[in-house]
């Protein structure tokens, strides 16, 4: 341990200073100091994110597109250098290819409807794995349903990878689409995107990734990826909520039509007709979160202050040492061992159901998520119904994970008297 | 044993634990007392839906009175169907309908109680209270 804090210290990643660009993070629960390990649910916001959403409020409000006047022109800007600062940040070819929208699960069903509606038929089949959240599973199963098609399954091994050779036996020629995690939320396991898409892309078949998980946790290059959709929401990378991202490439976004209609999003409307606007606005309709955007785009600009790569190498750290403790605990039983995984710890406590722990975790100050963390059809393969996740942030510390692991102890304590 | 008589004599009890913990230590040992449920009623249908923690509800009526078996796979909500059944079982539907179980809040645990999505112990005590309505009707 000493050793990797001496590496800290040697390095620009001021662990220190970052946990003060936090403010939530200062607080106490139950009057011991809060040790934030829910980040797969949600991250916190830096000052710069809280500090801008209030600014635009208090001085720059005005609807985006619409005013010729200053601070509707000024918004529209501003708005509109957020999306090439997402373009930039994933690496996209054209601003175009970027669509805000609410977050993953409407990125998701963007597509799922779109796409759908534009080339799936009858009896054609859409592949996901056993390790989806539950948001790139519903919408695809609507899909499927409105239009007779079917749902193929990647499983994973009990280590939490995907078997990519039964995923090549999936792939045929009524396959119009795969779907597929980037990053476990349940697991942490870092799929092979890359490769995913390249044997699809033999087939001639399409890719979406779901990137909620992904995102925050490293660059994201979706041309080196070459996948044709990417989705991601704002609150998982130190954003706003309520803003997310659907990256598609023009190619198909050109193609497909919008999933919904109103304002923002038409070049002409009578009432016999109407004809809609350019990507990206065609897909985005109404007015947009904005502020919420412009939130994101400051999120992006902090992350990238830090340095991606010093955030992706501090988070292996955590990762191994967590790991390192928490296996040292008799009766723990850690989900999710793939080789390349982040930093999240999903576990089960001797026969301690995952609430009773979270309960205790909570009154020592200590936020975890448990249950089923929407993949049910994960936890099906281990047949559990769910683990405690603590799911950890570049924010997150050694000392931190040192006073989980006697918490756990703690609490294996107060079970088994 | 009213149900207020019970509810003032849980939060006494309740008064004599310093801390959280010891609280808690005492809501699991009250879980690991519970009698087990009659088999034959842990059943699909009476799983309480949408509870993050699988939990089981069977009542029976009995010359005007309700009387529960209930069971949960947490050893805290245990506890709290211990204190629960020893407030409500045998009493009355419809007193049990009216009633405000103000104990929960009062022994100093209302993390557990809140109305979340799935919440068990809110989704608990709502099927207890629907449940008694129900006998009302009888």
């Given amino acids: 341990m000493d050793e990797i804090k001496n590496t800290n210290k040697m390095s620009t990643f001021d662990i220190t200073k970052i946990r003060n660009d936090f403010p939530v993070l200062s607080q106490k629960i139950y009057g011991k100091p809060l040790i934030y390990f829910d980040n797969g649910a949600t991250t916190q916001k830096p000052r710069v994110v809280i500090d801008i959403i209030n600014k635009l409020h208090s001085e720059h409000n005005s609807n985006v597109h619409r005013g010729v006047h200053y601070l509707s022109d000024q918004m529209t800007q501003m708005y509109e250098s957020a999306r090439k600062k997402v373009q930039n940040y994933l690496n996209a070819r054209v601003y175009q290819e970027i669509i805000f929208t609410k977050g993953v699960t409407d990125s998701i069903n963007t597509v799922a409807y779109s796409f759908g509606e534009a080339y799936i038929k009858d009896n054609d089949e859409i592949i996901v794995s056993e390790m989806e959240h539950h948001s790139n599973i519903v919408p695809w199963q609507m899909m499927c349903k409105r239009k007779g098609a079917k749902l193929k399954v990647i499983p994973f091994d009990d280590k939490g990878g995907l078997l990519l050779d039964e995923y090549k036996k999936l792939i045929n020629s009524k396959t119009k689409l795969v779907a597929v995690v980037h990053v476990s939320n349940s697991l942490g396991t870092i799929n092979p995107v890359k490769e995913i898409v390249a044997i699809a892309h033999e087939n001639n078949v399409p890719v979406l990734i779901d990137g909620a998980q992904a995102i925050q946790h490293g660059k994201i290059d979706v041309q080196d990826i070459d996948c044709d959709f990417y989705a991601f929401s704002g609150h998982k990378i130190y954003g706003p909520t309520g803003i997310g991202i659907l990256y598609g490439k023009e190619r198909w976004l050109q193609e497909m039509s919008p999933y919904q209609g109103g304002g923002d999003m038409i070049e002409r409307v009578t009432f016999e007709h109407t004809t809609y606007d350019d990507l990206p606005f065609k897909f985005e309709a109404g007015t947009p979160n904005y502020i919420g955007a412009i939130g994101l785009g400051v999120a992006l600009d902090y992350l990238t202050s830090i340095g991606l790569d010093n955030i992706k190498n501090y988070e292996k750290k955590l990762l191994e040492y967590g790991t390192t403790k928490l296996l040292a605990l008799s009766g723990l039983k850690l989900y999710g061992t793939a080789e390349n995984k982040i930093c999240i710890f999903s576990f089960l406590l001797n026969n301690s159901h995952p609430y009773d722990v979270g309960v205790f975790l909570d009154r020592m100050g200590i936020a975890v998520r448990t249950g089923h963390h929407c993949t049910q059809p994960l936890w099906g393969h281990y047949k559990v119904e769910g683990s405690v996740r603590a799911s950890l942030a570049f924010y997150n510390t050694l000392e931190e994970i040192d006073y989980f692991y006697e918490a756990l102890k703690k609490i294996q304590k107060m079970f088994n008297e | ?138």
């Fill in chain 2, 1 to 138: 044993m009213n149900i207020q008589e019970t509810q003032e004599e849980i939060i006494n009890e309740f008064k004599n634990f310093e801390n959280w913990m010891d609280k808690y230590n005492y809501l699991i040992k009250l879980g690991k007392g519970l009698p087990p449920m009659d088999s034959k009623c842990k059943t699909e249908d009476n799983i309480i839906k949408g509870c993050q923690v699988k939990t089981w509800f069977h009542s029976t009526f009995k010359e005007g009175r309700v009387f529960y078996d209930i069971d949960s796979i947490s050893i805290i909500i245990k506890g709290f169907i211990a204190l629960l059944i020893k407030t409500l079982s045998g009493q009355k539907p419809e007193d049990i309908k009216n009633t405000d179980l103000y104990f929960i809040d009062r022994i100093g645990l209302r993390e557990n109680f809140s109305p979340l999505r799935a919440n068990s112990l809110w989704k608990l005590v709502n099927r207890i209270k629907s449940d008694a309505t129900l006998y009302c009707n009888k």
